[in-house]
């Protein structure tokens, strides 16, 4: 399943969120607008200041897919979600 940190008045997250929905793809959504401290968590993994911070999974660094543009660059290349 994918793990998608964001923020609830962001529009790269309700448009990464549009996205994985339209694919039909799960998505486990960890909102961080109100707890700067978990959001400093996933800051830490990801070494990404933004938001969305999307995961391929768990949300480790490994499994960073990126941020919106990440992944629709990825999603267009076959890199990710051609299952």
Known sequence: ???IITKNYCPY???AKAFLESLGKKYQEIEVSSDP??????KDISWMNTVPQI???EATYENLIGWNDD???KYRAGEIFQD
């Open 37 to 42: 401290e978990i959001y400093q968590k996933y």
């Open 13 to 15: 997250c309700h448009s």
């Open 55 to 57: 995961f391929d999974g």
């Open 71 to 73: 992944m629709m660059q």
């Open 1 to 3: 399943m994918i793990t």
